[in-house]
């Protein structure tokens, strides 16, 4: 079973797909990148790594797998496993092996696994469809050519409109002389019309006011008792489902196919100081339990690297899906 597949699908969902047994591939959002010398633009996308200290199995693929090839979890785990020896011999034979649309996996000369990713490949679902351009170099001297012609044009205008106006200055003083006695008739009496209408509109406001006031006090009369109490039912199940929409970001300290198991490390992890969380059963019969959840990708990130600074260095984050 070429189990690269499986892992490919979930990195597009998830910042973490762990292989039991051999590592977890990780993923990190990059912004848009320009390189200024070759003038290419590049979209966001996910940047993949590789942790093999991360071998612990979290459920999450063996589930997908089981799910996609309609068998059961214990055979997709033993899959996995068989995957993994498949794997490992062919690194020592070979020193490297090349998993599809992921990247390449190599030994050093020290025996240690170096990651190369596949940059053909972009695991971010939001920049479906972007790829990368090249943009033609925009020159400046071009448009500052464009901007003396301009103001050459300009000036040229100006100084004809000035020589005309010479030849025309006695009407011009005449229809000044007109326009200036209209602006002090103007000035005059507009401002008495205007006060006119402010009167006026004051003597209207005051009848209005009284009359609101008559209709505020009548209705007070029927007023016989006061109004009974409402008692709103507040559904703990919905309060925790918008907490979760609002709150996409979480930091996973497990995920347990017992209940009972999930509960216990709930309650250490609220002992320890977290604001712990514990969610109901998931699509693939697991309880996770969370360190706490945050609304945007920045908060989450602060708070699993102090995590994993001080408490579970393979603490990491799951995005739900909105």
């Known amino acids: 079973m070429k189990i690269e597949n499986y892992i ?27 390189n200024e010398s070759t003038n290419s633009f590049f979209p966001p996308k ?15 693929l063996a589930n997908h797998i089981a799910n996609a090839e309609k068998t059961s979890y214990g055979f997709a785990v033993s899959a996995i496993a068989f995957e993994v020896v498949n794997w490992k011999k062919t690194l020592e034979e070979n020193g490297v092996i090349s998993l599809k649309n992921i990247g390449e996996i190599r030994l050093n000369a020290e025996n240690n696994i170096i990651f190369t990713p596949n940059d053909q490949t972009n695991y971010l679902a939001s920049s479906f469809g972007l790829s990368p351009f090249v943009s033609p170099l925009v020159k400046k001297e071009i448009f500052e050519k464009k901007i003396e012609a301009i103001s050459e044009r300009e000036t040229i205008t100006l100084h004809a409109n000035e020589e005309e106006g010479k030849s025309s200055n006695p009407f011009l003083r005449y229809a000044a002389i007109l326009v200036l006695g209209l602006g002090i008739t103007g000035s005059i009496g507009y401002p008495l019309y205007q006060n006119q209408i402010a009167t006026k509109t004051l003597i209207v406001e005051s009848a209005v006011q009284k009359k609101v006031q008559n209709k505020i006090q009548e209705a007070t009369f029927f007023i ?14 919905k309060v925790e489902e918008i907490e979760v929409k609002t709150m996409p970001y979480h930091i996973m300290a497990g995920a347990f196919r017992s209940e009972q198991n999930a509960r216990k490390a709930y309650n250490q992890l609220v002992k320890d100081g977290f604001k712990a969380r514990m969610l ?7 309880f996770p339990v969370l360190y706490g959840s945050y609304p945007t990708m920045a908060e989450a990130e602060k708070a699993r690297k102090e995590i994993q600074k001080g408490e579970n260095p393979d603490a990491w984050i799951l995005v739900e899906n909105l």
């Open 8 to 34: 490919a699908q979930l990195l597009y969902r998830y910042q973490c797909v762990t292989v039991p047994g051999f590592g977890a591939f990780l993923t990190e959002i990059q912004s848009a990148q320009l």
């Open 46 to 60: 996910k940047m993949i790594s590789f942790n093999s200290r991360l071998k612990n199995n979290d459920g999450l």
């Open 224 to 237: 016989q008792s006061p109004l009974p109490a409402v008692t709103l039912s507040v559904d703990s199940a």
């Open 280 to 286: 109901g059963e998931n699509k693939h019969g697991l």
